[in-house]
């Protein structure tokens, strides 16, 4: 069974960077598409940037200051956020479309002065 398990969050300083990372399991490879979304407290889940193979297509949450990397060796894919702003505040979940739509549990990111 295909399970993703998303980490690195925390409590962060405006203007701090922070990456995340999300573990796929139950799969020999890492999953042509992939993505990450959040959710803050109070709003629906918005899409945030995604990965085909190696291209890389932002939401307009994500231009600018968020990338994605995949390692394939490791069967993982990492967010990471640079000049982290309070309105960047939620949890963070990547997916993987396969036959179906898997998504992890989330992490939490707290960014407060």
């Known amino acids: 069974q295909v399970q993703l398990v998303e980490s690195g969050g925390g409590l962060v300083r405006p203007g701090e960077s922070l990456r995340l990372s999300c573990v796929v399991s139950?799969?020999?490879?890492?999953?042509?598409?992939m993505g990450w979304f959040r959710q803050a407290p109070g709003k629906e889940r918005e899409f945030v940037v995604a990965?085909?193979?190696?291209?890389?297509y932002y939401g307009e949450k994500g231009k600018g200051r968020f990338d994605m990397a995949r390692d394939n060796a490791k069967n993982a894919v990492y967010l990471q956020m640079n000049t982290l702003k309070p309105e960047d505040t939620a949890v963070y979940y990547c997916?993987?479309?396969?036959?179906?739509?898997?998504w992890g549990k989330g992490t939490l990111v707290t960014v407060s002065s």
């Open positions: 990965m085909s193979g190696e291209t890389v």
């Open positions: 997916n993987a479309v396969l036959a179906i739509v898997y």
């Open positions: 139950g799969r020999t490879s890492t999953p042509y598409t």
